[in-house]
């Protein structure tokens, strides 16, 4: 009964905030939230990264491993998306990011800091830092078939990646007031983008309900599938294992259709935009199953 009330507690939270969020996106329809989406990428995500890399008891050896760990699901990812893609006939460079690139940032931090403390949100950030990392690399070359170095020099989340893993790397402390501002900064961002999640899922609509709920059985049933084959050949366990097993299983992040749409003609946005609300009405089922394993089983 114990562990049913840890996963109502864990789970209860995370659902509300984004249900608030998609109650305030029906009553305003024509609410601009730009303001969130700048604030996140130019604020919030650089104080994310720091204060759960930096200030959780995260060492440089388990960032690294983590780090890691997450790069070869990624890889797994990829080889999946490739294969759907492929029998599905569709575009297998533009479509594939929202295959390879999960929600660890709006729904993985926080459901992996409720699971499991701030250890929990140091191993989640690690991960954020990798696929943060990947939207603005990675994904952009997808989006657009063609690399943009401008768009890393330009991303505050990657001088925040970078000096977060100096402060491992050297293992400095951080001032007082920088861990308590970028901690304030990262509760507030956290309750700011799981609403935003919710707004976003009444303006995302679905094109082609079909291929969209087989790419999306894809990221939110294969993708936890290859988190734990990855946590058996490498024999993780404990907590850290645990949120891996979490963020692989996250739907497609919201932040593909954004790169998305700078760079990718609309009808692959259109279908990007169908996976996002598929895989995340599916995670609403799926999520609790995968939360309660690894709450039974690495703890």
Do not use: W
């Not at 969020?21 to 130019?42: C, E, M, R, V």
């Not at 990011?97 to 459901?111: A, R, W």
């Not at 609403?284 to 039974?296: G, M, Y």
Request: proline share 4%; with cysteine; aromatic share 18%.
């Amino acid at each position: 009964m114990e562990i049913y009330i840890k996963l109502f507690e864990v789970l209860f939270p995370v659902f509300f905030v984004v249900g608030i969020g998609y109650y305030i996106g029906l009553k305003k329809p024509k609410l601009d939230t730009s303001f969130i989406t700048d604030f996140g990428a130019n604020i919030g995500s650089p104080a994310i990264i720091f204060y759960s890399v930096v200030t959780t008891g995260l060492t440089f050896d388990l960032f690294k491993s983590y780090f890691v760990y997450y790069l070869i699901a990624i890889i797994g990812f990829s080889f999946i998306g490739i294969i759907f893609l492929f029998f599905l006939k569709k575009d297998i460079v533009m479509e594939l990011p929202p295959f390879i690139l999960p929600n660890t940032g709006n729904m993985g931090l926080p459901i992996c800091l409720f699971a499991y403390g701030s250890q929990g949100l140091g191993v989640a950030g690690a991960i954020s830092c990798l696929i943060i990392l990947f939207h603005f690399t990675l994904g952009v070359f997808l989006a657009s078939k063609k690399f943009n170095f401008g768009v890393i020099i330009k991303s505050p989340s990657f001088y925040a990646i970078f000096i977060s893993v100096i402060f491992l790397y050297f293992d400095l402390d951080a001032p007082n007031f920088i861990i308590n501002t970028t901690m304030l900064l990262t509760y507030a961002t956290i309750f700011l983008i799981m609403m935003s999640l919710g707004i976003a899922l009444t303006r995302l609509k679905v094109f082609s309900f079909g291929n969209a709920l087989i790419s999306s059985f894809a990221r939110v049933i294969i993708g936890p599938i290859i988190g734990y084959a990855i946590i058996i050949y490498f024999n993780l366990t404990g907590y850290a294992a645990g949120v891996l097993l979490i963020q692989c299983s996250m739907p497609s992040a919201v932040l593909t259709y954004l790169v998305g749409s700078m760079y990718s003609p609309k009808k692959i946005v259109d279908n990007i935009a169908s996976m996002i609300v598929v895989s995340t009405i599916l995670s609403f089922v799926t999520v609790p199953i995968i939360v309660f394993i690894s709450l039974k089983y690495f703890f």
